[in-house]
């Protein structure tokens, strides 16, 4: 049986669902969402708890501040997780208004666009976690070898408090891993389903 293909572009490829395909991607829509919203959410707390993070010492006669633009690793990690949360929130209303719509096109070059953004914003958010994570331990156990002092025994405040936006951070590179492998899937999904078209645009059962 074969259906002719009606207002097929090039870039786009027409999904036709039964209902049990329906139903898996409403659910695959459903978790996609929650898991963007979660990245927004955690990592604005990121956000959050590392730039109002300070905390000051005094020693002798000198006042120190302790402050998140004093370690480079976290400046790296509140820019990362300031267009996370942009990019996550972006993304979020994105699903809300297809969900919304209810479209049966997508885009290929989109979905190309969305996975690929999808993965750089991962893979900047493990980097800078990463980095983040190296500094905190050289903060709470020093490097003698290179002369850096501890510092974590006279900022506890403010190691702990960078240490819970670290783990905030994390969190949120979590739920945006799990949403790059959501956007392959969708991606990749367009490929299987083009295979079974004709050349002239009509889909083969």
């Known amino acids: ?59 002798f006669t000198i006042e120190k501040r302790a402050k998140y633009t004093d370690m480079k690793a976290l400046v790296f990690l509140v820019v990362a997780n300031r267009i996370a949360a942009a990019y996550s929130l972006l993304q979020s209303v994105r699903c809300v208004v297809g969900s919304m719509k209810g479209s049966v096109l997508f885009n290929k070059p989109l979905a190309w666009a969305i996975f690929l953004s999808d993965q750089a914003v991962a893979y900047m958010s493990v980097a800078a976690i990463a980095a983040s994570a190296e500094s905190g331990l050289i903060g709470i156990r020093g490097e003698d070898e290179l002369q850096w002092m501890k510092v974590c025994n006279m900022f506890g405040k403010f190691c702990n408090r960078a240490a819970g936006g670290t783990a905030s951070a994390l969190l949120a590179s979590v739920a945006m891993v799990f949403v790059s492998c959501l956007s392959a899937f969708s991606l990749f999904r367009l490929y299987g389903g083009a295979s079974q078209r004709q050349p002239n645009g009509a889909v083969t059962k």
């Open 1 to 59: 049986m074969s259906y002719s293909g009606v207002g097929s572009s090039p870039g786009n490829v027409a999904v036709s669902h039964g209902g049990k395909m329906k139903l898996i991607d409403r659910r695959l829509k459903l978790t996609e969402l929650l898991l963007r919203c979660s990245a927004t959410a955690l990592a604005l707390l990121a956000l959050i708890l590392i730039v109002t993070n300070t905390q000051v010492k005094q020693i």
